[in-house]
């Protein structure tokens, strides 16, 4: 079975600029989840998407959002970057929605905002 | 809201001798707990995982933790490092929000490994 695939591995954008990544998850996976990687603050929970609703968020401004469509496949966007939004996007699946569930994490795209 | 602290930022071991990462958590009920690894340019794979079953829970890759309730630690253990066990190491608990799960994620424990 194949694990969970983000794309693209690597963007370089400048301020001001917005942003789309993309995350498959392990087939049959439903719950998609996204987590933000930086030196400084560590991991930390973005949100949550659940058949296509978003079922919780992180302390994260607005301008980052995320959708899931029908085949579970979720996309997060962030607008107008900011140099602090450097960091590895990491996007996880599991079966179902829930607190004790096994996340699997795809290998995370890195951005860099120049 | 629950939390995790890691004692030690950066561990160091020689290979073949045994390995201690120390996780400490903050729970107002009983938790589910995690261990991770993330080895350089990879993602995270679960290492084990507690749900209160039992309070030993052994993973993979030798590596095992016990959920002490009086102690609120959870410290990740291996007999005898290897040298492909030399990665950054993530603590986490599960945070329930309205039904919804939340990972949250201590700052990591950096483990490397001497020949």
């Known amino acids: 079975k194949a694990g969970v695939t983000q794309t693209p591995r690597y963007l370089i954008k400048t301020r001001g600029q917005q942003v789309t990544l993309s995350c498959s998850p392990i087939?049959?996976?439903?719950?998609v989840s996204w987590y933000q990687q930086t030196p400084g603050q560590g991991l930390q929970f973005l949100f949550e998407y659940f058949s296509e609703t978003q079922r919780n968020k992180g302390n994260f401004p607005g301008r980052f959002s995320g959708r899931q469509f029908s085949n579970s496949r979720s996309e997060m966007n962030v607008s107008t970057l900011e140099l602090g939004d450097s960091a590895l996007y990491l996007c996880?699946?599991?079966?179902?929605?829930?607190?004790?569930?096994?996340?699997?994490f795809g290998p995370g795209t890195r951005l860099t905002v120049l | 809201a629950q939390s995790v602290t890691q004692l030690d930022s950066h561990v160091s071991v020689s290979e073949g001798t045994p390995v201690l990462l120390r996780c400490n958590y903050s729970s107002s009920y009983s938790p589910s707990l995690f261990w991770y690894v993330q080895h350089p340019n990879k993602g995270l794979q679960l290492l084990l995982k507690?749900?209160?079953?039992?309070?030993l829970v052994k993973g993979i890759n030798g590596f095992e933790a016990e959920f002490k309730k009086s102690e609120t630690s959870f410290h990740l253990t291996k007999p005898s490092a290897h040298m492909s066990d030399a990665a950054e190491y993530f603590c986490v608990v599960s945070d329930r929000i309205q039904g919804a799960q939340k990972l949250v994620f201590g700052q990591g424990t950096r483990l490397t490994i001497n020949p």
């Open positions: 507690y749900t209160s079953a039992a309070t």
């Open positions: 996880a699946s599991s079966f179902i929605a829930g607190s004790d569930n096994e996340q699997f």
């Open positions: 087939s049959g996976h439903r719950s």
